[in-house]
């Protein structure tokens, strides 16, 4: 599968997905508190996208191969849950960490992102987790560029994050998305700088990288008795995980972050610093 360059009239389409894609997150912001379960935060989500935003939930019935279809309109996944959690129906609570993934499709394109979110005022090692992992994509949005290549996103996520004392998730990674959810190229979130594949204008793809309070290693979720569904992955350690997501397009001149919202958190400060620099 080749690499999907971008044209004017696609761009324009996926600004649009994208945007929609932030602001089902900023609608659902006020709702995720202590008390509120995922499944009605799913619910929430998909009334939005389908009766007032006129798009599809991307994930609802979703099958790639050797998976069965995915059962709801978003992604939650929860404290040590590493990415595709299932919305249930156990209420969040004071202290959990969540992460919260959503697709939407809008006159076929995709708009894809995430972001965590800390329930009541949550421990200072969840909250600094959230926030390095938030900086952390950062880190790798800023090296975005035509010329770059992709192995510098990845070499400078790693660097921060384990310099920070945590660890990358390297089973999951970035992607392309355009027409299709998942596209090439992959992105990894570690690596060499001056590897992989060079960055070109017209390129989109998403940087979400996964970090672990403990060891990187993962593994399916099979809690007692209760068979694995498919889809849940967790840190082997139980220890807890954060990710955070944009999609990203690769300009003329540098990158634009089409993931972006009236309610999307600020960029950290080095960010106007690096741009600047760029």
């Not at 090692?125 to 880190?139: G, H, N, P, V």
């Not at 945590?166 to 992959?186: A, L, N, Y």
């Not at 600020?266 to 960010?271: H, S």
Request: with cysteine; charged share 20%; hydrophobic share 35%.
């Amino acid at each position: 599968m080749t690499i999907v360059i971008k044209n004017a009239e696609e761009i324009a389409a996926m600004r649009e997905a994208c945007r929609l894609a932030s602001e089902v997150l900023d609608m659902l912001t006020p709702h995720v508190r202590a008390g509120v379960t995922t499944l009605e935060i799913d619910r929430l989500a998909h009334d939005y996208m389908v009766n007032v935003q006129g798009g599809v939930p991307a994930t609802l019935n979703y099958q790639p191969p050797g998976y069965p279809p995915y059962p709801a309109s978003l992604c939650t996944s929860l404290n040590d849950v590493v990415c595709h959690g299932i919305p249930d129906e156990r209420p969040l609570k004071n202290g959990d960490i969540l992460n919260i993934d959503v697709t939407i499709i809008k006159n076929g394109f995709h708009g894809d992102n995430s972001r965590m979110f800390v329930i009541g005022e949550g421990s200072i090692a969840a909250r600094r987790l959230c926030q390095i992992t938030y900086e952390a994509m950062w880190k790798g949005i800023v090296k975005v560029r035509p010329g770059a290549r992709l192995g510098d996103i990845g070499h400078a996520i790693q660097t921060f994050a384990e310099n920070a004392g945590f660890s990358i998730v390297r089973e999951f990674c970035g992607h392309g998305v355009g027409r299709r959810f998942h596209e090439e190229p992959q992105v990894l979130h570690y690596g060499r700088p001056g590897t992989l594949e060079e960055l070109q204008p017209g390129m989109i793809f998403t940087i979400e990288p996964m970090i672990n309070a403990g060891r990187r290693e993962i593994k399916e979720d099979r809690k007692g008795n209760r068979p694995y569904d498919g889809w849940t992955i967790v840190t082997r350690d139980r220890s807890l995980s954060a990710q955070w997501e944009h999609t990203v397009l690769v300009t003329d001149s540098g990158y634009e972050v089409l993931t972006l919202s009236a309610g999307s958190p600020p960029p950290p400060a080095f960010v106007t610093a690096a741009t600047a620099a760029s």
